[in-house]
């Protein structure tokens, strides 16, 4: 962890020990914030310079995950473990009793989750524009 990252992570641990998180939420939160990241660079799929390229997809009717891969004109698609889900449902139970909520960023190109107090969000205004007022939780 270079200098920059150690503040970054300083700075989090107090911003959540403000609102009752103890450092090991501060952990385990950080933890699914990547494993929401890497979902949602799956999600929006990646390749190589080969021509292989993969990424995930939810079947409509049973939401379940799928790895499809292309290499030419083949393609292959397996089930995958639902890496959101379980993501999710870890972050449910921390946040349990704390009073605020979160906002998933499906944007792979910056955090992926926030948290949000009451006081972030204006009255009668919608989260996905305020979001960014919440706590980022990453520090890279």
Request: hydrophobic share 30%; net charge positive; glycine share 8%.
């Amino acid at each position: 962890m270079n200098k920059r990252t150690a503040q970054r992570y300083t700075h989090l641990i107090k911003s959540l020990a403000m609102l009752g998180f103890t450092m090991d939420d501060t952990d385990r939160l950080l933890k699914i914030e990547r494993t929401l990241h890497r979902w949602h660079e799956l999600e929006c799929g990646t390749g190589n310079e080969h021509g292989t390229s993969f990424h995930v997809e939810r079947e409509e009717l049973t939401e379940k995950p799928f790895l499809v891969t292309s290499w030419r004109d083949r393609t292959n698609r397996r089930p995958y473990p639902d890496k959101e889900k379980g993501a999710l449902k870890r972050l449910a139970e921390i946040l349990e009793g704390k009073g605020v909520t979160h906002y998933q960023q499906t944007d792979p190109r910056g955090c992926a989750l926030y948290l949000i107090r009451p006081t972030d969000i204006p009255a009668g205004e919608s989260v996905h524009a305020f979001y960014s007022r919440g706590i980022s939780i990453c520090i890279d």
